[in-house]
């Protein structure tokens, strides 16, 4: 997130930038386990409209960047057993396809009939979008540091922020764990898990909370087709896909309390394994053979926050992707750039603002 906001601001002609990175190395922390997913369902029209920005930029991404983002797309099927549910999905099918996406609506049968490595008998439909796809995180935060470093900005690594500081009123730079002290009139805090203590040093309440997503990966498995699109079924909220030759698969467990453990463990292993059997049986003669976790930085309603502190100007944010944050970086990197040139966003900004919550939130339908 922090790459694409620097990227994106530093096409715009603004410079002197630097990027503060808490980690040893850059993309260490969630972009390094992200599992890469990119789609254009989503329950509000700017979010299609993230995510298409995003899609285009992916495509293009070796003509833009010299390197490949790898995209595949492999399409995204969502399924579910709840008809409540499935009847906000055909709502939101029909909004999507007025934007441009070619989101299909399927009954069961044709489920079965497509994609026979599914059982489950009480489902009610799925929406299904060949556009959709997964594309290389690590790949995508290399070509943006590249081209942001060959055009000024300042990567500094092992820099955790412990201050922000302000007078009159405004936002006036940044200290870290070092002493060092930036001085600089727009700070942006794209923090990830870590926004609320950020937020905090700035005075500036971000509901955003880190949560552990584990991910596993099999050995070589020839028990499902070659090519599956990117599978998810809402009611237990897990998902498979293709990794090669091999299955990835992961899931979020609504029980587990938010932290910042990034450890994978047996309970959460057996708990996915389980849950992936119930609705792909095949995979019981598959093998793991590794696994990580990583980090979402959940909002209340599944939602980012983007915007910039009425209680202190010159302090942006851009937050809370709750799972999504890969997919709509290019297009949050934009908007937020925007935001600080002056710029009129080239989407409707309010379900990412921080004031909804005090009145009516955004819901994301569309979360694992």
Same mark, same amino acid.
């Given at each position: 997130m922090?790459?694409?906001?620097?990227?994106h601001?530093?096409?715009r002609?603004?410079?002197?930038?630097?990027?503060?990175?808490r980690?040893?190395?850059?993309a260490?922390?969630?972009?390094?386990?992200?599992?890469?997913?990119v789609?254009?369902?989503?329950?509000?029209?700017?979010?299609?409209?993230?995510?298409?920005?995003?899609?285009?930029?992916?495509?293009?991404?070796?003509?833009?960047?010299?390197i490949?983002?790898?995209?595949?797309?492999?399409?995204?099927?969502?399924?579910?057993?709840?008809?409540?549910?499935?009847?906000?999905?055909?709502?939101l099918?029909?909004?999507?396809?007025?934007?441009?996406?070619?989101?299909?609506?399927?009954?069961?049968?044709?489920?079965?009939?497509?994609y026979?490595? *599914? @059982?489950? +008998?009480?489902i #009610?439909? $799925?929406t299904?979008c060949?556009?959709?796809? %997964?594309?290389?995180?690590?790949? &995508? =935060?290399?070509?943006w540091?590249?081209?942001?470093?060959?055009?000024?900005?300042?990567?500094?690594l092992?820099?955790?922020?412990?201050q922000?500081?302000?007078?009159?009123?405004?936002?006036?730079?940044?200290?870290?764990?070092?002493?060092?002290? *930036? @001085?600089? +009139?727009?700070? #942006?805090? $794209?923090?990830?898990p870590?926004?609320?203590? %950020?937020?905090?040093?700035?005075? &500036? =309440?971000?509901?955003?909370?880190?949560?552990?997503?584990?991910?596993?990966?099999?050995?070589?498995?020839s028990?499902?087709?070659?090519?599956?699109?990117?599978t998810?079924e809402?009611?237990?909220?897990?998902?498979?896909?293709?990794?090669?030759?091999s299955?990835?698969?992961?899931?979020?467990?609504?029980?587990?309390?938010s932290s910042?453990? %990034?450890?994978?463990?047996?309970?959460?292993?057996?708990?996915?394994?389980?849950?992936?059997?119930?609705?792909?049986?095949?995979?019981?003669?598959?093998s793991?053979?590794r696994?990580?976790?990583?980090?979402?930085?959940?909002?209340?309603d599944?939602?980012?926050?983007?915007?910039?502190?009425?209680?202190?100007p010159?302090?942006?944010?851009a937050?809370?992707?709750?799972?999504?944050?890969?997919?709509?970086?290019?297009?949050?990197?934009?908007?937020?750039?925007?935001?600080?040139?002056?710029?009129a966003?080239?989407?409707?900004?309010?379900?990412?603002?921080?004031?909804?919550?005090?009145?009516?939130?955004?819901?994301?339908?569309?979360?694992?």
């Open positions: 922090g790459l694409s906001i620097a990227y601001l530093v096409e002609g603004v410079r002197d930038i630097v990027l503060l990175e980690e040893p190395m850059w260490w922390g969630s972009s390094a386990r992200s599992a890469g997913g789609r254009l369902e989503f329950s509000h029209p700017s979010s299609v409209r993230f995510s298409q920005y995003g899609l285009e930029m992916f495509h293009s991404f070796e003509d833009l960047f010299g490949s983002a790898s995209f595949n797309p492999c399409g995204y099927l969502f399924v579910t057993r709840d008809s409540q549910r499935w009847n906000i999905m055909v709502e099918a029909a909004m999507q396809r007025t934007l441009g996406v070619p989101v299909e609506t399927l009954t069961p049968d044709d489920v079965r009939v497509r026979r490595y *599914i @059982h489950m +008998p009480d #009610v439909g $799925a299904f060949g556009l959709d796809g %997964v594309a290389d995180p690590g790949a &995508v =935060a290399y070509g540091m590249r081209r942001a470093q060959t055009l000024g900005v300042e990567i500094r092992n820099a955790q922020v412990t922000i500081t302000q007078s009159g009123g405004r936002v006036t730079g940044v200290v870290t764990q070092d002493g060092t002290v *930036i @001085h600089a +009139p727009v700070v #942006v805090n $794209a923090a990830g870590q926004a609320r203590s %950020v937020g905090a040093l700035a005075g &500036v =309440a971000l509901p955003v909370d880190p949560y552990r997503r584990s991910v596993y990966v099999t050995d070589t498995f028990g499902l087709p070659p090519e599956i699109p990117m998810l809402f009611e237990n909220t897990s998902y498979i896909r293709r990794e090669g030759r299955i990835l698969m992961g899931m979020s467990d609504p029980l587990e309390p910042e453990n %990034v450890e994978t463990d047996q309970e959460s292993l057996e708990k996915l394994v389980g849950t992936v059997l119930s609705w792909v049986p095949a995979l019981e003669k598959a793991i053979m696994g990580w976790a990583g980090l979402y930085e959940v909002s209340p599944g939602t980012a926050i983007i915007g910039e502190a009425d209680s202190l010159g302090f942006f944010y937050v809370g992707f709750s799972g999504h944050g890969f997919m709509h970086s290019p297009a949050a990197g934009r908007v937020v750039a925007e935001l600080i040139t002056g710029e966003p080239f989407v409707d900004l309010t379900p990412y603002a921080r004031e909804r919550f005090q009145h009516q939130t955004t819901h994301e339908t569309f979360v694992i």
